[in-house]
């Protein structure tokens, strides 16, 4: 049987109704309701840059129309219904999938074990055991709390003070939990006091591992490459999803498709036969506008953006601001099934204003009447989720494409 092939449209709105974005914003953003967004999402990445607003926050603002900060703290600090944990970068986890992560806790903790040993020595392992004995007797602990030897230069870890890095260590092997959070700063407890007992003493075996996150990885994802899915959750590795997909394709659990990219080519993908027969219920992603965080799911894959949008991102933080094509924090536009600019906007809480400092639109794209009406009612919605009175657009803030 031939492959069958998406084309670039259909191929969008499958992955967009995958991460949510494809149909207008729930209106329900507390309690279950979010619970159940995080969970279909898988994870949502957790990052401290605040011009507008935090990563994982503006992740589910463009999401549900009630959603406030609180609601996901609440979720993981006191309801307990997700946890931080670490896929390609730190992320907030359905608490559900904690058993599916003891197989990451352990290669990170020979990895990061061997790394740190060759860093700091005998010193290493005296650290993490002053910092675990510290928790263990004192309970939910930062990095405030534990130790006041000066940062090691040249580690590779930010530069972090040696109590830092031991609950970075103990945390990314999970020995600890982040138990709440204060501003950006982590408390940690030990796993056993944050966590119910039975997730903390489930064991999954390793290719039972390897089965959840690559069929986990493919039911968001809607499609993609074996590479795709062992980065989606980044618990198992290339050649293990590799290897699950030749198993699952030859007894036909997955086949093989094409996608056309926005260029045209075809890209060779998993996809499930179930999935290809229900596309041509898909419906149009909204026309509604929405801003995106640089770190949301459907963009976490730059590469991945780029082939099947179109639309190249970086955020360039590292770039002096002389040779910035945009700012370096900005945040793409999402209009139906297309990536359509970047927006530079900062909220001034102090002065209770949302700051619009210029708008690039993507190439062979005019932002006329009708598409300004409706990019006003979106900023207008971010000025009251960053807690903001008024918006202010800078003059000549439309910028060449």
Same mark, same amino acid.
């Given at each position: ?134 928790? =263990? ?6 990095? &405030? ?121 075809? &890209? ?113 919605? =971010? ?19």
């Amino acid at each position: 049987m031939a492959a069958p092939t998406l084309d670039n449209k259909t191929a969008r709105a499958l992955f967009l109704d995958r991460h949510a974005l494809a149909r207008p914003r729930a209106k329900d953003g507390r309690g279950a309701a979010l619970s159940a967004m995080v969970e279909r999402l898988g994870f949502v990445q957790v990052d401290s840059v605040n011009t507008f607003a935090r990563a994982h926050d503006m992740i589910m603002f463009s999401r549900a129309t009630d959603y406030r900060p609180e609601s996901l703290r609440w979720l993981n600090d006191r309801a307990r219904a997700t946890f931080e944990g670490w896929t390609h970068d730190a992320a907030i986890i359905p608490a559900a999938f904690f058993p599916y992560w003891r197989l990451k806790h352990a290669r990170d903790q020979r990895r990061l074990r061997n790394r740190w040993s060759t860093w700091h020595g005998d010193e290493f392992h005296a650290e993490i055991d002053g910092v675990l004995d510290h928790i =263990a007797a004192h309970g939910p602990t930062s990095c &405030r709390d534990v130790g006041d030897a000066p940062a090691q230069k040249s580690t590779g870890w930010w530069d972090w003070k040696p109590s830092k890095t031991a609950l970075e260590y103990l945390w990314r092997s999970g020995r600890l939990a982040v138990t709440r959070r204060s501003g950006f700063t982590k408390h940690y407890d030990l796993v056993e006091r944050v966590l119910p007992a039975q997730l903390c003493d489930q064991e999954i075996a390793e290719w039972d591992v390897i089965d959840w996150a690559c069929n986990a990885a493919l039911d968001r994802l809607g499609f993609a490459t074996s590479g795709e899915l062992a980065a989606f959750f980044a618990v198992i590795t290339p050649n293990e999803a590799k290897a699950w997909a030749a198993a699952q394709v030859a007894n036909g659990t997955v086949i093989e498709a094409n996608v056309t990219l926005n260029d045209g080519a075809l &890209r060779t993908v998993l996809i499930r036969p179930e999935v290809v027969e229900t596309l041509p219920e898909l419906a149009p992603p909204t026309r509604r506008l929405r801003l995106l965080s640089p770190f949301d799911p459907a963009l976490r894959d730059r590469k991945r953006a780029e082939r099947l949008f179109g639309f190249h991102f970086r955020i360039e933080i590292f770039v002096p601001e002389a040779k910035r094509k945009f700012g370096y924090y900005v945040f793409p536009i999402l209009e139906g099934d297309a990536l359509i600019g970047r927006i530079d906007l900062t909220a001034d809480r102090a002065a209770s204003v949302l700051r619009v400092r210029a708008l690039w639109p993507e190439k062979g794209v005019r932002f006329g009447r009708g598409r300004m009406a409706r990019l006003e009612t979106e900023l207008a919605r =971010a000025a009251r989720f960053a807690g903001c009175e008024d918006i202010e657009i800078a003059s000549q803030f439309l910028r060449a494409a």
